[in-house]
């Protein structure tokens, strides 16, 4: 997946007002989609029908139905059980690469598990490089973690030896995608898809490289038929509410984050796209709403106390935002956070705030603290004031922190 996470730069191709009335169409959907998912989650868990491809092994079986049910926790500890037992089961590196990989892109803090996933598959390529299907495990999770070039090398190799690893055909499809090759990208998930194993994975994969082809609709019909495959897992869902969002159906990507949270009530990422939306609708009353949820869930989230204290600042609560940006930019100090990676809005909306209130100590402190930033590091922003200082703060302090 190639969707910036962290900070999000949404847009519309076009924007579509909702509904008036007590309760938004996306909303009411929703709530029914919700009820309709808990009922079925619980149908589900007390027949416990879930489909075993995983062959006879009891521990891998249970790994696989835990990825199924979309319990990645449960899945990434009954597979490690397993390598820890075979560790030249390609099966069970595939079930845990999956699941860290699928776990990274379901919560606002879970980048670190594509990380343990390329560390874990590196290390068992290491040790078994005839294992074809191991090195295709690598490469898919090379790809994941940023890593293209070395993916792409790594799978044609796979596909030298045997031409029909959909796995590997996949990871390349994406790795080029990742460079920008999308034709060819598209050839490689279309071929991949073509396969009857590996579906979710290939369905997936068609759905990016529609979306790099600028094709959403395309790119929808694909993801719907992964969902359709394992409708518990919520990266789908996002990935959903991504390409609905481009075509401007802020009342399908409503739905979907509703369904994310339908499926984990306290998820802080499903809350703040719904605080990103809701500002782009202008609805900024809503989008307070669901970052302060936000940043009750998650108190240490930087960039959710940004969306916070930018919605303030949009609704002209500029004492409120000043606070929230605040602990923006504290928060990555406090961090440590490297200077290159820092969201300098904090800073500058948070003295734009000061500046408005008159409030000059807090003004000059937030200023001084970003030009000594800047001092240190080549930053691309920039923030200058007369030499005279800031505008409306007395001569003597102004003169301090010019």
């Excluded at 799978?155 to 999308?182: C, E, H, I, W």
């Excluded at 518990?232 to 075509?247: D, N, S």
């Excluded at 990422?269 to 782009?280: I, Q, V």
């Excluded at 940006?325 to 969201?343: K, T």
Aim: charged share 20%.
């Amino acid at each position: 997946m190639r969707v910036q996470r962290s900070h999000s730069r949404l847009t519309f191709r076009k924007q579509r007002r909702r509904r008036s009335g007590c309760l938004s169409l996306a909303v009411l959907s929703g709530v029914l989609i919700s009820i309709a998912f808990v009922s079925w989650n619980w149908l589900s868990r007390q027949a416990g029908t879930v489909s075993l491809r995983a062959g006879d092994n009891n521990l891998l079986g249970q790994a696989f139905q835990a990825f199924e049910r979309g319990e990645l926790d449960s899945a990434i500890n009954l597979s490690r059980q397993l390598l820890a037992q075979t560790p030249d089961s390609a099966d069970a590196l595939a079930i845990l690469v999956r699941s860290l990989i699928y776990r990274s892109y379901s919560e606002y803090n879970r980048a670190p598990d594509r990380k343990a996933a390329l560390q874990l598959a590196s290390e068992a390529a290491g040790r078994y490089g005839s294992n074809q299907n191991i090195q295709a495990v690598h490469a898919y999770a090379l790809q994941a973690a940023g890593k293209p070039v070395e993916a792409a090398q790594i799978a044609q190799k796979v596909l030298k030896a045997d031409p029909q690893n959909t796995l590997a055909r996949l990871a390349m499809g994406l790795a080029y995608g990742s460079v920008g090759s999308f034709e060819i990208a598209l050839r490689e998930s279309l071929e991949a898809a073509s396969s009857p194993v590996w579906q979710l994975e290939s369905q997936r994969a068609l759905a990016i490289s529609y979306s790099d082809m600028g094709d959403y609709d395309s790119a929808i019909q694909a993801i719907q038929r992964a969902i359709k495959l394992n409708p518990r897992l919520i990266p789908l869902y996002f990935e959903r509410a991504l390409y609905a969002m481009q075509l401007g159906d802020a009342d399908a990507a409503t739905a979907a984050y509703f369904q994310v949270l339908a499926i984990d009530p306290d998820n802080v990422k499903a809350r703040l796209r719904l605080c990103e939306l809701s500002s782009l609708l202008r609805e900024h009353d809503a989008a307070v709403k669901y970052c302060s949820e936000v940043t009750e869930r998650a108190p240490s989230f930087a960039d959710g106390w940004y969306r916070l204290g930018l919605e303030h600042f949009l609704k002209g609560d500029f004492k409120a935002a000043q606070t929230a940006l605040h602990r923006c930019s504290a928060l990555q100090v406090m961090q440590d956070v490297p200077v290159s990676e820092r969201r300098f809005e904090c800073w500058y909306l948070q003295g734009q705030a000061a500046e408005i209130l008159g409030d000059c100590p807090s003004l000059l402190a937030t200023y001084n603290e970003f030009r000594a930033m800047a001092a240190d590091e080549a930053v691309q922003q920039t923030w200058t004031y007369p030499p005279e200082g800031p505008p409306g703060c007395v001569p003597a302090t102004a003169q301090a922190g010019s």
